[in-house]
């Protein structure tokens, strides 16, 4: 199971897909991998960064990765 987390005003929003699923054509997977990519996408023109989780480490990511087990999107952090 992979899952996107994106960190906002609203908390932690989570979006779920299984790989294996989305391979197999499931629609229920490929949605939830549409939604995750827009939320993404929609992150990133926010000025957002999106980070895959890969065994303890995290790398930025600069498209998304629908293997990935976990995606972090932070926002875009401003100061005063």
């Known amino acids: ?7 906002s ?10 790989v294996q699923k989305a391979e197999s054509g499931d629609p229920e997977a490929l949605a939830a991998i549409a939604e995750a990519e ?3 996408e929609e992150a990133r ?3 957002g960064t999106a980070f895959a989780v890969r065994n303890g480490e995290a790398e930025v990511l600069d ?13 875009r952090i401003v100061g005063g």
Do not use: C, N, Y
């Not at 498209?63 to 926002?75: L, N, S």
């Open 1 to 7: 199971m992979s899952v996107l987390h994106l960190l």
């Open 45 to 47: 023109q926010g000025g």
């Open 9 to 18: 005003k609203q908390g932690d929003v989570r979006v779920e897909w299984d």
């Open 38 to 40: 827009r939320i993404l």
């Open 63 to 75: 498209k998304f990765d629908r293997t990935a087990e976990k995606i972090v999107v932070a926002p």
